[in-house]
């Protein structure tokens, strides 16, 4: 879903957390995106993490899924996301259309119980938090390194 961002009217600016991969994307809108951080082992924090948690993931895994988006990280993912979506689905009691975003060339797009993977990726349009600030318009939806 790539298109052209013109930089003159883009805006990004990325709490702690957001923009970085994996993450997902609740489609609210027509070009209106709201990102879900996916962060994992957080029961090692203290503080008050919003977003997806998955726990019990060695840093063996991460390396893996760092080199491989099919490892078995990938699989752990892709469940902990579909969790996501029933649970986002009852409290919003619609259907969503949600995107698993894995790295700049990788996403998985859920529509009602299809997986569909791609390598092109939500971009532009206005991106929100989950507290419904936006953090970014028209630009990438991650941070780049």
């Known amino acids: 879903m790539k298109e052209n961002i013109n ?6 600016s990325f709490p702690e957390h957001y923009g970085k991969f994996p993450y997902l994307l609740v489609r609210i809108s ?8 996916i962060r994992f082992n ?3 924090y203290k ?3 919003k977003g997806v948690e998955i726990n019990d993931i060695s840093l063996k895994l991460i390396e893996k899924y760092k080199e491989d988006k099919t490892s078995k ?7 902990r996301t579909r969790i996501f979506k029933i649970e ?3 409290e919003w009691k619609a259907p969503v259309r949600l995107c698993l975003v894995e790295d700049p060339e990788t996403a998985n797009y859920f529509e009602g119980r299809e997986i569909n993977p791609s390598h092109s990726i939500p971009n532009g349009g206005t991106l929100l938090n ?9 630009s990438d939806h991650y941070l780049k390194e």
Not at 7 to 12: D, I, L, N, V
Request: hydrophobic fraction near 45%; charge should be negative; aromatic fraction near 10%.
């Open 73 to 79: 990280l990938h699989d752990i993912i892709i469940d």
């Open 47 to 49: 503080e008050n993490f």
């Open 88 to 90: 986002f689905e009852e």
């Open 42 to 44: 957080v029961d090692i």
């Open 130 to 138: 989950q507290s419904s600030k936006i953090i970014a318009m028209n």
């Open 30 to 37: 027509s070009a209106v995106y709201m990102q879900i951080p």
């Open 7 to 12: 930089t003159e009217t883009s805006f990004a």
